[in-house]
């Protein structure tokens, strides 16, 4: 069965930069989407990247010129590459796999979920 392991949360000032992964085992054959999401306190959480196996991808409006999705070469660890953080960043971001699908940032899509990784921005 899929496996999803985030790291690389931390805390930052506003204005600095971090990198997630998400290691991925078991992926099936089939093709499929990954993504991050992210949820904040008292809100409802919200996709924020997404990545086809043929490298197509789709983000987030508010985190577009921002952050970046990418995939390396074998397909098994999926990025998210943060910059100019703001505090309203914040948030445990968590990795996800689904079904290719043309709403790709809809967490209805989504069915094996990693435990999230915490991103603190002050």
């Known amino acids: 069965h899929v496996q999803l392991v985030e790291s690389g949360g931390g805390s930052v000032q506003a204005g600095g930069s971090l990198r997630l992964s998400c290691v991925a085992s078991g992926l099936p054959d089939s093709n499929y989407l990954m993504a991050w999401f992210r949820q904040a306190p008292g809100k409802e959480r919200e996709g924020v990247a997404a990545?086809?196996?043929?490298?197509?991808?789709a983000h987030l409006d508010s985190v577009r010129g921002r952050f970046t999705i990418s995939q390396d070469s074998a397909k098994t660890t999926v990025y998210l590459q943060m910059n100019s953080l703001r505090p309203d960043d914040t948030a445990m971001y968590y990795c996800?796999?689904?079904?290719?699908?043309?709403?790709?940032?809809?967490?209805?899509?989504?069915?094996?979920w990693g435990q999230g990784t915490q991103v603190t921005v002050s």
């Open positions: 990545v086809s196996r043929g490298g197509v991808t």
């Open positions: 996800a796999l689904g079904r290719w699908n043309l709403r790709p940032l809809d967490d209805r899509e989504y069915n094996v």
